[in-house]
C-alpha cells in the first residue's frame, strides 16, 4: 500500500519569495493534516482538512499560510511571503475519517524541509 | 489538553531492552495513551496505544499504570533501526488525530 506522498523533499528560498508544497494522502483516508516542525522540536498541527472542509486551522498563520484541498485528496500548501523562521519540515498525514472505524492511527509523509535565507 | 513529561534521552545496548518512560498524570480517564516515533530525516510513525490495559503488538509493549498517571513504552530487543525520538501523546479519543507533539525522547543504540 502506497504512504502519504509529499514534495518536494527539499527546498531553499530567500525570505519574502513564497513556497508550495504538495501532499497525496493514503487513498480513501478522508482526513488530512499539515504538521510544522521546527528544528529540534515535535510537530505542530497547522490545520486539519475532512474530505475538502476545513475542521481545524487555528493554528495556521493566516497572513501568510494558506491550504487547500479542493478535491478532497490532494492538498497544497503555501507559504506567502515566507520569513526566517518559516525554515522547518512539513509533514502530512492522512487518516481514515475521523468518524468512521477507530483505528487510532496517523501516518505521515516524509516530509518537506523548507531552508528559508 | 493533558501534560506530558518525558526524558529528554535514553541510551541501551543492541538486543537489550528498553523501557521509556512517560509522566501524564493530568490525564482523565477516558484519554487515549498513543505512542509514535520518529526516524532520522522520516515523518513519525505510530508505535501503539492502549487506555487502561497492557497491550502489545509487533513493535513494543505498552504498560500502563493503574492510576494511569504514567506509563512505559517497552521495546523488548533494541535494534539499530530503534534509534529514533519517541513521543507519548494523550488523547481525547481513539480518533482525535490531532496530535499534540512534546519534545520527546531521543533513544540512541549502540552496537
Known amino acids: 500500500e502506497a504512504g502519504v506522498a509529499q514534495s518536494p523533499r527539499y527546498k531553499i528560498i530567500e525570505k519574502r519569495q513564497s513556497v508550495a508544497f504538495w501532499c497525496n494522502p493514503i487513498s480513501g483516508h478522508a482526513t488530512l493534516y499539515w504538521y510544522q516542525q521546527i528544528l529540534g522540536q515535535g510537530p505542530k498541527l497547522l490545520i486539519q482538512f475532512q474530505n475538502n472542509g476545513v475542521v481545524d486551522d487555528s493554528q495556521l498563520p493566516k497572513d501568510r499560510f494558506s491550504a487547500e484541498r479542493l478535491k478532497g485528496v490532494d492538498s497544497t500548501l503555501k507559504i506567502q511571503p515566507a520569513k526566517l523562521e518559516d525554515s522547518a519540515v512539513y509533514l502530512c498525514?492522512?487518516?481514515?475519517?475521523?468518524?468512521?472505524?477507530?483505528?487510532?492511527?496517523?501516518?505521515f509523509g516524509e516530509g518537506s524541509r523548507l531552508t528559508v535565507l | 489538553d493533558a501534560k506530558t513529561t518525558q526524558p529528554n534521552s535514553m541510551e541501551s545496548n543492541e538486543e537489550e531492552p528498553v523501557h521509556l518512560p512517560c509522566n501524564h498524570s493530568t490525564i482523565s480517564g477516558t484519554d487515549y495513551i498513543h505512542w509514535y516515533r520518529q526516524l532520522p530525516s522520516q515523518g513519525p510513525e505510530y508505535v501503539i496505544h492502549g487506555l487502561t490495559s497492557n497491550v502489545n503488538n509487533r513493535m513494543a509493549s505498552l504498560a500502563i499504570a493503574e492510576d494511569r498517571k504514567s506509563s512505559t513504552l517497552i521495546l523488548h530487543r533494541a535494534t539499530l533501526r530503534d534509534a529514533a525520538v519517541y513521543y507519548c501523546i494523550p488523547t481525547r479519543s481513539l480518533n482525535d488525530y490531532k496530535l499534540s507533539f512534546g519534545a520527546g525522547t531521543t533513544v540512541t543504540v549502540r552496537a
Open positions: 498525514a492522512s487518516s481514515l475519517d475521523i468518524l468512521g472505524p477507530r483505528t487510532g492511527e496517523l501516518f
